[in-house]
């Protein structure tokens, strides 16, 4: 494993977990973690279901207290947050211009009500993932992608340095996985933005973070490191507990089990 | 003629408690929207009865220890406490081997189990308390017609001042929280408003109506498709309108004020339910 101080992302440290231990109540999930984020990374923290990812992204974000280590932050950092799909209530009443615009209370504070700097932030954001012509459309009427693009476009209402983005691509067929791939390639290309992806599926992120992190609570694992590195046999082995390989096919990364004394 | 002339003639007795219906219908119709898409209806049934036993409380503590609860603010007084309390403890009960409704549950039922208990113990205030937890919207002193309209200012004041943060932390509170924003202090604030109306609007209309009116105005206004601020404002007409229907429909055909609300709130949620049905 690599020490913080030799992780990629280019920019200064946005945030970091030293040493920490997370979990919920008493009950540390995973220790020693050791994880920093820089200003431009793309970093996707993957593992299997309930293996710690999201808790990971809680503790480093500050909104979940830590049962052991430290968290630094350099200074105030704007951050965007994109909750997995289905943890959205679609029985409100909210139209994907509302959603988005809630991205912009936090910064705004109390008694203060949104003005044409916040409203323009928020158009924006909705056309930067392709949902400015779907402002006014009932949330609960959008497909599962456009539910998406209208949670990542909340996210950059709030003009974010840091997008922290939580299995975007859940339960989405390829195509729309594919699109939000990209809108979150898109987005992570046009600046100095600091994407943190947790994904379930190593295969959904491959081809566009540049830091990988492996998550098991269960094997006690929490490995992060360039995406070069980690997807040597050896790392991906210390995941899935067995051989797999990553192929380039048509430009995209694809990760295949290695058959029991086989090929893949 | 003659029964709204008799009506009209006897306005010294309905002013005050047809203002004070209105005044609770437009306010609980208004916060059921929050309690219906919030999924905690049946935590708005256990406030009510949580309510009811802090009134219950409040009597014993009069008989038993001698302690001044004979007027109606010291009793609503008991009767907030109590309710602000179990708003906030249902509002923070977060058990991780049984499901929250689960607490609501046992909430509702316990409490119920003591106020029925209260009221076999406290005989000489049994009316009373059957008033508070079937309703009673008959009589109305000025002082609660007082007590209802700072309520009711008290919670438009909360959600006009704090309605973007309200409506994202009940919303979305895991993406609140991961933003920084302190979602309990918002769902205390939150609680706090219900916590108020609910001992408030039973103390006048009783615990049977104050479910209804937290619940059939904001699911009629929700079948309509409306977006939420256009939705908070149609369920607080919704409710002032079966508050106020209710009541002028049970003085004219001579039946139960608080149930006579219940059917003219269940009423306004037949429109809605009939274009639902249609697609």
Redesign the interface.
């Known amino acids: 494993m690599r020490s913080a101080a030799e992780l990629p992302g280019g920019g200064p440290v946005l945030m970091a977990l030293r040493r920490a231990a997370v979990g919920y109540g008493k009950k540390a999930l995973l220790r020693e973690v050791e994880l920093e984020v820089r200003a431009g990374d793309f970093l996707a923290l993957v593992g299997p279901n309930g293996g710690g990812k999201t808790t990971v992204l809680r503790a480093l974000l500050g909104a979940l207290p830590l049962l052991g280590g430290a968290r630094e932050q350099a200074g105030p950092v704007r951050v965007g947050y994109v909750p997995q799909r289905d943890h959205v209530d679609a029985v409100w009443p909210f139209t994907a211009g509302e959603v988005a615009a809630m991205g912009r209370t936090p910064g705004l504070g109390p008694l203060r009500r949104p003005g044409p700097a916040d409203r323009a932030a928020v158009e924006r954001a909705l056309q930067r993932v392709g949902m400015a012509e779907l402002h006014g459309r009932p949330y609960a009427e959008l497909s599962g992608g456009q539910r998406q693009r209208t949670l990542i476009a909340r996210a950059l209402a709030a003009e974010p340095e840091l997008l922290a983005v939580d299995e975007p691509t859940n339960g989405m067929d390829p195509a729309a996985e594919l699109s939000t791939m990209e809108v979150l390639r898109e987005l992570h290309g046009g600046g100095g933005l600091a994407v943190v992806m947790v994904s379930h599926r190593l295969d959904a992120v491959v081809s566009h973070a540049r830091t990988l992190g492996f998550v098991d609570r269960e094997r006690a694992l929490f490995r992060v490191g360039p995406a070069e590195e980690m997807l040597r046999p050896g790392a991906l082995a210390a995941l899935y507990g067995r051989e797999v390989e990553v192929r380039e096919e048509a430009g995209r990364r694809v990760v295949l089990p290695v058959a029991r004394g086989g090929g893949a | 003629m003659s029964g709204l002339a008799g009506f009209l003639a006897a306005r010294e007795l309905w002013q005050a408690p047809l203002l004070a219906s209105a005044l609770a219908g437009a306010m609980l119709g208004f916060l059921g929207v929050y309690v219906v898409?919030r999924?905690i209806v049946f935590v708005s049934a256990a406030l009510t009865q949580i309510s009811t036993l802090g009134l219950v409380v409040g009597l014993f503590a009069e008989e038993r220890l001698h302690v001044e609860a004979e007027h109606a603010h010291h009793q609503l007084g008991m009767a907030m406490g109590f309710a602000v309390a179990g708003a906030l403890l249902l509002g923070a009960w977060r058990p991780r081997r049984l499901p929250a409704e689960a607490g609501v549950g046992a909430a509702w039922v316990v409490t119920s189990a003591l106020v029925v208990l209260g009221i076999a113990r406290l005989v000489h205030v049994s009316h009373d308390l059957g008033g508070m937890v079937f309703g009673n919207a008959v009589a109305v002193p000025p002082e609660e017609l007082w007590i209802m309209g700072v309520v009711a200012l008290a919670c438009a004041a909360i959600h006009a001042?704090?309605g973007?943060?309200l409506?994202?932390v009940?919303?979305?509170p895991?993406?609140?929280?991961?933003?920084?924003?302190r979602v309990w202090l918002w769902d205390a604030l939150f609680s706090l408003s219900i916590g108020l109306a609910i001992p408030a609007a039973a103390r006048v209309l009783g615990a049977l109506p104050v479910f209804a009116l937290l619940t059939l105005p904001a699911a009629a206004a929700?079948l309509w498709?409306?977006?939420?601020g256009p939705?908070l404002g149609v369920a607080a007409g919704f409710g002032l309108l079966a508050a106020v229907g209710g009541y002028l429909a049970s003085w004219f055909a001579e039946t139960p004020t608080g149930a006579t609300m219940v059917a003219a709130a269940a009423l306004l949620v037949l429109p809605g339910a009939a274009l639902r049905g249609r697609g």
Not at chain 2, 225 to 228: G, I, N, P, S
């Open positions: 898409l999924r001042a704090f973007k943060e409506r994202f009940s919303f979305d895991e993406t609140a929280r991961a933003l920084g924003m929700l498709k409306l977006r939420l939705a």
